[in-house]
């Protein structure tokens, strides 16, 4: 890649998610990051710098880059900037595309916080190829959906396979807990995954969804996987649907596809994944499920989406308040368990290993979502033939799981972020 102005620039960095992740960045990269702030309205991103300002007064001269999605040229304009692009601009399957088709076109790596399928397996179609041809790495969903699941699958598959040599079988994980509240951009971009055609229940159910084309016929055909309540003795707690569950499970299920795309192997022959939130006991599992249903329901009628966001969501760019952000905590767990050796298989003492990774934070959406797409970026950043080398990548639309893997974990535990995996 030809030299860059900047390493990294916020393209979004006056909505919600966006300043939240310009602070994050300011605070924790005070030096040795060259960096600017992107977005439509230059006097709005003079208010982001101020606020910046208060953070670290080095970044009164902090660049500003008048950028819009109306405008491919200014977006080409931007990207040939610099190395790599962060996106919070929400929702994707509006504002997402020219970004990334501008990144493709100028050589630029590109990192976003989307959770919506439709637009992840759009770019998969329209991008991919280009961006291997070009080496360019596209990661979306490098927030908390899908960090948590991702990587987190990763760190048990990599630990059965490193401590015992054995590929791994079967992937669950479970949302224990979780206090956070959402901003307007964000519950948007919900109501997009819910209402859209592509993300309703023909596809949710496929979570071979983003899987290669190349290696389907090598995966086992994905088990339809519909919203449930059962205890599950592990969690020990009650299970029910998440609704983040279908998009997280599906970029897993990529993570997998292109690790068998690069080394054949991938997690495991019969890999499976699956993904639930824990309620406290039967009747809220159960009030959980049904109410996400109808709720559900209710985001597929056009008029009634629009009166529910108009009335009772807060409007794109607001979000909670920073005492409500500092309360904000979650707990993820995923249980990994091997498969069996081949000169074990039907000993009645043969038993798999089993592997859990705990993964916590702060707020998920205003804490560790903004951690997650800079330290994600700082990969490419600090380390991009480490990652191109240990984890086989050269472009496409990737995975944080298979762009960063172990490179990510290890700058995520720099950070204090609380990570952990071990023997179950």
Known sequence: MVAREYDLIIYGATGFTGLRTCQYLARTYTEGVRWAIAGRSVPKLEEVREKLVAINPALSSLPIIKADASSPESLEAMTAQTKVVISTVGPFMQYGEPLVAACVKQGTHYVDSTGETPFVNNIVHKYHKEAVEKNVIL?????????????????????????????????KASLLSFRGAASGGTLASVCNIIADKQGSVGAMVDQNQLVPESVHDKLPPAKI??????YDRDFQKWQTYFVMSSSNEKIVKRSHGLAVEANGDGYGPQFTYHESMSAPGLFSAATAAIGMGIGGAALTIGPLRRFI???????????????????????????????LPENTEGAADAKPVRALAVIQGGDPGYAETCRYLVEGAMCIIKSEDLV??????????????????????RRLLDQNANLTVSKL
């Open 309 to 339: 966001q108009n009335r009772f969501m807060p409007a794109p760019g607001e979000g909670p308040s920073d005492e409500s952000i500092a309360k904000g905590r979650f707990t993820v767990h995923v249980i990994g368990e091997s498969a």
């Open 225 to 230: 996987s519909m919203p449930t309540v059962h």
């Open 388 to 409: 191109r080398s240990e984890n086989k990548v050269t472009g496409g639309v990737l995975t944080p799981a298979h762009a960063f893997g172990q490179i990510l974990v």
């Open 139 to 171: 990661v979306p969903q490098c927030g908390f959906d899908s960090v948590p699941s991702d990587i987190g699958t990763k760190m048990v598959v990599d630990f059965i396979r490193k401590e015992y040599g054995l590929p791994t079988k079967s992937v």
